[in-house]
């Protein structure tokens, strides 16, 4: 399958930085080993992809205000049926939930952060986990930002102000890569 070589390339590249993020990781080569299609959300664990959304010129991330959880998040989510390279989900996704059109990978196409998040049930769905791929995404226009819908709406923050909206102990350590990267960036001046 070509979404499973895309996903097991990506996966085979990337480099845990814990412990728990090794068993997250683990169990992400397990979902595609087991044949099905890792995106499906049928199954109690599948792939979502996610973004952190930069202005490099400011040093601002964005976030978005995500009903369902109740929280400050970043921007993506799942792939829609026959989709299966994970950063062209990203990119519709993302541009969906913002409305920026000038969105690419930064510094590169690498996933930054993998994480097993937990879903509660809801709607139609039942409780369920995300193995989210986490990336992050610049814009030159922050400016032509705008929310898919009024009760998703988006914030630019600076990196100390979105850790300090956020609850989530995993988006707070996203974060803090996204601000590694923003420090060390080609070009910084500070």
């Given at each position: 399958?070509?979404?499973?070589?895309?996903?097991?390339?990506?996966?085979?590249?990337?480099?845990?930085?814990?412990?728990?993020?090794?068993?997250?990781?683990?169990?992400?080569?397990?979902?595609?080993?087991?044949?099905?299609?890792?995106?499906?959300?049928?199954?109690?664990?599948?792939?979502?992809?996610?973004?952190?959304?930069?202005?490099?010129?400011?040093?601002?991330v964005l976030?978005?205000?995500?009903?369902?959880?109740?929280?400050?998040?970043?921007?993506?989510?799942?792939?829609?049926?026959?989709?299966?390279?994970?950063?062209?989900?990203?990119?519709?996704?993302?541009?969906?939930?913002?409305?920026?059109?000038?969105?690419?990978?930064?510094?590169?196409s690498s996933?930054?952060?993998?994480?097993?998040?937990?879903?509660?049930?809801?709607?139609?769905?039942?409780?369920?986990?995300?193995?989210?791929?986490?990336?992050?995404?610049?814009?030159?226009?922050?400016?032509?930002?705008?929310?898919?819908?009024?009760?998703?709406?988006?914030?630019?923050?600076?990196?100390?102000?979105?850790?300090?909206?956020?609850?989530?102990?995993?988006?707070?350590?996203?974060?803090?890569?996204?601000?590694?990267?923003?420090?060390?960036?080609?070009?910084?001046?500070?």
């Open positions: 399958m070509a979404e499973v070589g895309l996903l097991a390339e990506m996966l085979t590249r990337y480099r845990p930085s814990s412990a728990v993020e090794a068993a997250d990781l683990d169990r992400v080569r397990a979902l595609l080993a087991a044949g099905d299609d890792p995106w499906s959300r049928s199954t109690p664990l599948h792939v979502t992809v996610s973004a952190t959304i930069v202005h490099r010129a400011t040093r601002r976030l978005r205000w995500h009903a369902r959880q109740q929280a400050w998040l970043q921007v993506g989510g799942h792939a829609d049926p026959g989709e299966t390279d994970p950063l062209r989900v990203l990119l519709r996704e993302s541009e969906e939930e913002t409305g920026l059109s000038d969105l690419t990978p930064w510094p590169d996933m930054i952060h993998l994480v097993i998040v937990p879903v509660a049930a809801g709607g139609h769905e039942p409780s369920h986990e995300h193995a989210d791929l986490r990336f992050v995404l610049q814009t030159r226009t922050p400016q032509a930002v705008r929310p898919e819908n009024a009760s998703a709406p988006l914030r630019w923050l600076s990196v100390e102000q979105a850790r300090e909206a956020t609850a989530e102990a995993n988006v707070r350590e996203t974060l803090s890569r996204v601000e590694h990267l923003l420090e060390h960036a080609p070009g910084n001046t500070r």
